[in-house]
Nanobody
């Protein structure tokens, strides 16, 4: 059972930056694909970004491409989401997700068995 704990959320003005972290309890963290999803009030959960267990394959939603960067540090069992040029529409609860490969569709939340509790990101205009 993998436990995921997100941190780094908060309130920021539009144009600002935040870095989210997701720490995993699993010692074999390096064997897991990791994803970030978000859910805004009244909306469905949506894909943000994902990274393969090797770190070679990286995926972004079109809405965040060029502004967000995902990375992982397997030595620290942690995945990061650097968020720059934040917009009010980025306001949501951000969730970290994990699962072992094979991942057929990194963009789908159905592919991930393990989830964190979420961290709130609020971007003011």
């Amino acid at each position: 059972q993998v436990q995921l704990v997100e941190s780094g959320g908060g309130l920021v003005q539009a144009g600002g930056s935040l870095r989210l972290s997701c720490a995993a309890s699993e010692r074999t963290f390096g064997n897991y694909a990791m994803g970030w999803f978000r859910q805004a009030p009244g909306k469905e959960r949506e894909f943000v970004s994902a990274i393969s267990w090797t770190g070679i394959s990286i995926y972004y939603a079109d809405s965040v491409k060029g502004r967000f960067t995902i990375s992982r540090d397997n030595a620290k069992n942690t995945v990061y989401l650097q968020m720059n040029s934040l917009k009010p529409e980025d306001t949501a609860v951000y969730y970290c997700a994990a699962d072992r490969p094979p991942i057929r569709n990194y963009y789908s939340d159905y592919e991930y068995a393990y989830w964190g509790q979420g961290t709130q990101v609020t971007v003011s205009s």
